[in-house]
């Protein structure tokens, strides 16, 4: 366990705030912020007073966009301003949550979001190491957490109709993905930038996943299509080789949806 804070960016959001839970469960001492606590990474505002002190800063921020340019220049400018007052005060790891397989060619050449997150990766990498006052990094990456399903019934709607396209994934739970940044923030930093991939404990194809939650929920009526890109389409987000397996399975988040209590997902 780490003797000094631990800062957790986007700590509000769905993936950080239960990464501050896990931590704090921990032990360690967790200082959550985001905007509304008055530390805009995209602004650079706030980072230097919030990382004094700190021996990990655990970076969840996120973008809702599938355009290239405008993730780019999200992912790419707040891991840059994080990275830089990181250094300057003197914590010796960075811990980035990201995507599994997201520098990939295929995919970063396909997918905008994963475009951007490539570009914070590649920004995290060149600001942090070799450099003066380094500090290790490293980029845990997961699979979809099974809350997937919920944005696949909502991404492309006619109505009462939701239209999936048909892709292989290895979901995983969300409290999994905490657990694991709780780990690597436990394991310490490397001498050399780390990559960890998590990923859930079953192949499953999104048309699957969609209907058995709308099943529970009573709609909307799902139709499911050819994903068009071929780098989605042929496995391109499955988990590779050497990935951290998490045992929970979507089933069991699934029968926490229907019986209306809080998942562990």
């Known amino acids: 366990m780490s003797g000094?804070?631990?800062?957790?960016?986007?700590?509000?959001?769905?993936?950080?705030?239960?990464?501050?839970?896990?931590l704090a469960g921990r032990g360690h001492d967790v200082l959550r912020v985001s905007r509304s606590t008055g530390v805009d990474a995209t602004t650079g505002v706030g980072l230097?007073?919030?990382?004094?002190?700190?021996?990990?800063?655990?970076?969840?921020?996120?973008?809702?966009?599938?355009?290239?340019?405008?993730?780019?220049?999200f992912f790419s400018g707040t891991a840059a301003r994080v990275a830089d007052e990181a250094r300057a005060a003197g914590v010796g790891h960075v811990v980035c949550l990201s995507v599994v397989n997201v520098t990939e060619p295929a995919l970063r050449s396909a997918l905008g979001y994963y475009a951007g997150k490539a570009a914070q990766d590649d920004?995290?990498?060149?600001?942090?190491?070799?450099r003066p006052a380094?500090?290790?990094f490293t980029s845990l990456r997961s699979t979809q957490w099974f809350e997937f399903a919920d944005q696949l019934l909502h991404r492309l709607r006619f109505g009462h109709l939701a239209v999936v396209p048909v892709m292989r994934?290895?979901?995983?739970?969300?409290?999994a993905v905490a657990e694991a940044i709780a780990d690597v923030v436990d394991e310490g930093p490397t001498h050399a930038a780390r990559t960890v991939d998590v990923a859930g404990p079953e192949v499953l194809d999104t048309g699957?996943?969609?209907?058995?939650?709308?099943?529970?929920?009573?709609?909307p009526a799902v139709a499911?299509?050819?994903m068009p890109m071929r780098a989605l389409r042929t496995g391109g987000l499955l988990p590779p080789p050497?990935?951290?397996?998490?045992?929970?399975t979507f089933a069991a988040w699934l029968a926490g949806q229907h019986s209306g209590k809080p998942s562990s997902s």
């Open 123 to 130: 920004v995290y990498r060149g600001r942090l190491l070799d």
């Open 224 to 226: 499911t299509v050819p």
């Open 169 to 175: 994934v290895r979901p995983v739970a969300a409290d």
């Open 48 to 73: 230097a007073a919030a990382f004094a002190g700190a021996g990990t800063v655990v970076d969840c921020l996120d973008v809702k966009t599938g355009r290239r340019a405008a993730a780019t220049a």
């Open 242 to 248: 050497g990935a951290r397996i998490d045992r929970r």
């Open 4 to 22: 000094r804070r631990v800062v957790v960016l986007g700590g509000s959001g769905l993936l950080g705030a239960r990464a501050a839970d896990t």
């Open 134 to 136: 380094a500090a290790g």
């Open 208 to 219: 699957t996943m969609a209907r058995r939650l709308a099943e529970i929920r009573g709609t």
